[in-house]
T-cell receptor
Framework: QKEVEQNSGPLSVPEGAIASLNCTYS??????FFWYRQYSGKSPELIMF????GDKEDGRFTAQLNKASQYVSLLIRDSQPSDSATYLC????????????FGTGTQLKVEL | KAGVTQTPRYLIKTRGQQVTLSCSPI?????VSWYQQTPGQGLQFLFE???????NKGNFPGRFSGRQFSNSRSEMNVSTLELGDSALYLC??????????????FGQGTRLTVV
């Protein structure tokens, strides 16, 4: 079992729709959760982070965390073609310094 | 505020050679982490340096090493290069200390090709 799992996709959504990206993790000691966006040929860009159970909203993005079920999700509202990218889920644990364990990413395609 | 700077951006090396990559973190950030990204394995953690000390290490052979200087700049070295070392090497800068992982900001990466 991988430590951080994501569906590789591609996930295709029409422009203006809500894109839902999911991530599960296996380490119950995980305390910090991050979503990165990576365009082809570019480096990962931090979108959001969440530490506590529940929802955290930032503009069109909402991160959701459920530690009991060990999953974290990212919702993108009003999806735009410019949102087409690979979304990486990353997880850190207390006492792990700044080490992050990444999923392999979900490719999102927003279609006109 | 300047971002994370990695040099060089591209490198072509021959098997058996060694290579040194450099990373300058965001001003004020004390933690530098290194990751290897390949199509097959995704992003894999190499090591983290904080205040000139290696704080974490991933599951990579001893050919991969690093260091951090007093100004927080970091270098990583790969000796005896193998074809499988071809990858994008990413440096991540974080503020550093805290009970929870802090946000990590990536540089543009160094694309290493071993021939």
């Amino acid at each position: 079992q991988k430590e951080v799992e994501q569906n590789s996709g591609p996930l295709s959504v029409p422009e203006g729709a809500i894109a839902s990206l999911n991530c599960t993790y296996s380490d119950r000691g995980s305390q910090s959760f991050f979503w990165y966006r990576q365009y082809s040929g570019k480096s990962p860009e931090l979108i959001m982070f969440i530490y506590s159970n529940g929802d955290k909203e930032d503009g069109r993005f909402t991160a959701q965390l459920n530690k009991a079920s060990q999953y974290v999700s990212l919702l993108i509202r009003d999806s735009q073609p410019s949102d087409s990218a690979t979304y990486l889920c990353a997880v850190g644990r207390t006492g792990g310094g700044n080490k992050l364990t990444f999923g392999t990413g979900t490719q999102l395609k927003v279609e006109l | 505020k300047a971002g994370v700077t990695q040099t060089p951006r591209y490198l072509i090396k021959t098997r058996g050679q060694q290579v040194t990559l450099s990373c300058s973190p965001i001003s004020g950030h004390r933690s530098v982490s290194w990751y290897q990204q390949t199509p097959g394995q995704g992003l894999q953690f190499l090591f983290e340096y904080f205040s000139e000390t290696q704080r974490n290490k991933g599951n990579f052979p001893g050919r991969f090493s690093g260091r951090q200087f007093s100004n927080s700049r970091s270098e990583m070295n790969v000796s005896t290069l193998e074809l499988g070392d071809s990858a994008l090497y990413l440096c991540a800068s974080s503020p550093g200390q805290g009970a929870l992982n802090t946000e990590a900001f990536f540089g543009q990466g160094t694309r290493l090709t071993v021939v």
